[in-house]
């Protein structure tokens, strides 16, 4: 499934190992579109998106499903 996001977020910047690194953020752009990845978590959040339009900030990001239906819209 893909997602548009429709309000701009603010996220922890993460490093390989799924740790937060201080004062480091990253911003998901409104019209970015992600897709969803079932395969698993890896810092614990309730949903995996992928950039699929090369997010120049972030390449994944992991959100709860509240933050899902308030900030993306499905396209497909």
């Known amino acids: ?4 996001c429709i309000k701009e977020m603010c996220l922890p910047m993460c490093d390989g190992d799924g ?3 201080p004062n480091e ?3 998901v752009t409104v019209g970015s ?3 969803r990845d079932d395969r698993g ?3 614990g959040g309730d949903v995996h998106l992928d950039s699929v339009n090369n997010n120049p900030d972030l390449g994944w990001i992991e ?3 509240e933050n899902l239906k308030e900030n993306f819209a ?3």
């Open 1 to 4: 499934m893909r997602y548009k």
């Open 41 to 43: 978590s890896i810092i």
């Open 19 to 21: 740790f937060e690194i």
């Open 25 to 27: 953020y990253g911003f």
């Open 33 to 35: 579109i992600w897709e």
């Open 63 to 65: 959100i709860s499903f």
């Open 74 to 76: 499905l396209i497909e």
